[in-house]
């Protein structure tokens, strides 16, 4: 349940029945007729009874009617505990799913209650009925925004001795805020920078020299050392060889 001191969602979903007042005998007879094998849903559906997630407040609160209730549903040949049965659409029931939801309950914990149907039939649900589809989407924003809200207060209480405790459930709370509403809680992505690519361009010139030994004339090629920057020879000894990567930019000159 919401914890206390938390401020929940704003409720978007509204009472549409009255109010029935917790009666020994009228849980007699709720438990009587579950006994003999109807739906508990199907028997809070009627005029002038609770409705079924009345029954499952009344059920915890009060241990001698839940002890009842769970003996009546196995006389009925259902589960004594959790969600279940043959289950209609109801939105009665679909707007206490997503109130609950909206106010930080799991999926898991409310379709383990007497009142609500089993978790695969709530998605069962989600699939069929787009009305019901789209409360679950705003209940589970609602829900994210709630995390937000409660991570902030267990960080507010932290102590030395809490600390590692305290990191492991902001960072489940963080993870599933951001699985419930990516767009707004989701981790921003950002692409790291291109490393920018180095370029080597050397320019070649060449000239004409006279061979001193015999006189004639012999183009030279000269480019700047890629090491030390220098205008040099490539014929020369200990020429450092041109950088495979490197542009050579052809310019010819005449002597």
Not at 3 to 15: L, N, T
């Amino acid at each position: 349940m919401a914890d206390e001191g938390v401020a929940a969602p704003a409720r978007r979903w509204r009472r549409t029945r009255a109010v029935v007042r917790y009666s020994p005998g009228l849980a007699e007879v709720i438990c009587e007729r579950v006994a003999a094998g109807e739906l508990l849903y199907a028997v809070c559906r009627e005029a002038g009874m609770p409705t079924a997630q009345s029954v499952g407040r009344w059920a915890r609160a009060r241990p001698g009617f839940g002890e009842a209730l769970a003996a009546a549903r196995l006389e009925g040949g259902r589960p004594s505990r959790g969600g279940g049965g043959v289950w209609t659409y109801c939105l009665e029931t679909a707007e206490a799913i997503c109130q609950r939801i909206a106010e930080g309950e799991a999926l898991t914990a409310i379709c383990d209650d007497y009142e609500m149907p089993c978790f695969s039939t709530v998605y069962h649900w989600a699939r069929r009925f787009p009305q019901f589809a789209e409360m679950m989407r705003v209940a589970r924003e609602a829900q994210a925004a709630w995390y937000c809200d409660r991570g902030w207060q267990l960080a507010m209480q932290a102590t030395p001795e809490t600390a590692y405790l305290t990191d492991v459930r902001l960072k489940q709370l963080r993870w599933m805020a951001g699985a419930l509403s990516p767009r707004v809680y989701g981790a921003k992505r950002v692409e790291p920078e291109a490393a920018q690519e180095k370029l080597t361009v050397l320019v070649r010139t060449f000239t004409s020299e006279r061979d001193p030994q015999t006189g004639e004339m012999k183009v030279v090629a000269l480019c700047p050392n890629p090491v030390t920057g220098k205008m040099e020879r490539e014929d020369v000894a200990g020429w450092t060889p041109t950088p495979p990567d490197a542009v050579l930019i052809p310019n010819g000159s005449g002597a």
